[in-house]
């Protein structure tokens, strides 16, 4: 059974930066595109970032460019989301996830349980 399990969530000032971690027990973490969601108070869940399987490519939503950037490490079975000068509408949960399939191909169908970024004007 895959697991996920994010950390790195908390509250920052406006304009701080913040690195999610997302650590992938079970099968082969490299066979999984992984994706970043969040999830604002009071909205639904979006997909923020992607990456491929290798690392390779990666996507990214039209309100996550230019301040986040998605990455991996294969060999240490994590998924990072780095996000630099936040502001105040980046507040949510987030939320990493995996799927079986390329990265712009089917839903995922694994998920971690979210970590809360809070962002303090």
């Known amino acids: 059974q895959v697991q996920l399990v994010e950390s790195g969530g908390g509250l920052v000032q406006v304009g701080g930066s913040l690195r999610l971690s997302c650590a992938v027990s079970?099968?082969?973490?490299?066979?999984?595109?992984m994706g970043w969601f969040r999830q604002p108070p009071g909205k639904e869940r979006t997909i923020v970032a992607g990456?491929?399987?290798?690392?390779?490519?990666?996507s990214y939503a039209d309100s996550a460019k230019g301040r986040f950037t998605v990455s991996r490490d294969n060999a240490k079975n994590t998924v990072y989301l780095q996000i630099d000068n936040l502001k105040p509408e980046d507040t949510a949960v987030y939320y990493c996830?995996?799927?079986?399939?390329?990265?712009?191909?089917?839903?995922?169908?694994?998920w971690g349980r979210g970590t809360q970024v809070t962002v303090s004007s």
């Open positions: 996830a995996a799927k079986n399939y390329a990265l712009n191909v089917g839903q995922y169908d694994y």
């Open positions: 079970g099968r082969t973490f490299s066979s999984y595109t």
């Open positions: 990456i491929s399987r290798s690392g390779g490519t990666t």
